[in-house]
């Protein structure tokens, strides 16, 4: 966990926490003292800390989101923090966008995208009048570049997070409130579930990482919670990639 975090009379809203990197991140906040609703469409996680709340729900229902978010403030009293770190990864239907099933394009959209905005629309106002706080939204390197074996719907709505994060940091300055984007690079999580299943392609795309080794979700949870601190308090629509060296590699 990020150890200069406080995060204790503090109130967030995680989506994508039923696993990987939204759950890491939950538990972080948890551990630094923070009252944590974890939302997912997953069932929950098991032996969850005092402090969770976990409601089960779809990102891309915007009435369940908005219900959740309202649960959560009243509960708290507040809401200071938003992570969206729900997103999907169709390896097997997300395709080149020459090819896409337009209605795979458009459900991956809903669930990466359109949900970062079904939550800000009903987070922000519960942060204004909770004082401020800050956004971090999860996005992916592979938004920064091409691929010869494209998830072209994947990518283009993981660049659509970074677009909508800076302008929601300077629409929200003067209320206090932040907003920056996590860029993950290879992580073992379960959105890669193919790298437990076969190591060996795991172990190679780890080769290529200067750092030698895939990210975990503790490592993206340890990012985010350094962004949400008071540590970060002048950063604001940026964003932070976590990716062992791999994008500054020529």
């Known amino acids: 966990m ?18 990987g990197m939204g ?10 003292g923070a009252e944590v609703t974890l939302f997912d469409l997953k069932d929950a996680p098991r032996d969850l800390p005092d402090g969770a709340n976990y ?21 708290s009293g507040r809401l200071n923090y938003l992570v969206n770190a729900a997103g999907v990864l169709w390896l097997e239907t997300d395709v080149s966008a020459i090819d896409i099933d337009l209605d795979v394009w458009d459900q991956v959209f809903n669930i990466n995208l359109k949900s970062m905005v079904h939550t800000s629309r009903h987070a922000v106002p519960l942060m204004k009048s909770s004082g401020g706080g ?4 999860f996005s992916t390197i592979q938004c920064l570049r091409g691929d010869g074996h494209p998830q072209d719907a994947y990518q283009a709505s993981k660049a659509g997070i970074l677009a909508l994060s800076k302008s929601l940091a300077i629409q929200l300055a003067n209320d206090k409130i932040r907003s920056n984007v996590i860029l993950p690079g290879p992580t073992l ?38 962004l949400l601190s008071d540590s970060a308090s002048f950063i604001t629509g940026t964003e932070l990639v976590v990716d062992g060296g791999l994008t500054a590699m020529p």
């Open 134 to 137: 800050a956004m971090v939204h």
């Open 55 to 75: 409601i089960q729900g779809d990102v891309s229902d915007e009435d369940a989101v908005a219900a959740a978010i309202a649960a959560r403030a009243k509960i």
């Open 2 to 19: 990020y150890r200069n975090a406080d995060f204790a009379g503090k109130s967030a809203f995680v989506t994508g926490a039923g696993g």
């Open 23 to 32: 759950l890491a991140t939950a538990l972080s906040l948890l551990e630094a």
């Open 189 to 226: 999580s379960p959105m890669q579930q193919r790298w437990y299943d076969n190591p060996a392609m795991g172990q190679t795309i780890a080769d290529h990482v200067p750092l030698k080794r895939l990210a975990t979700p503790e490592d993206m949870a340890n990012a985010c919670l350094f």
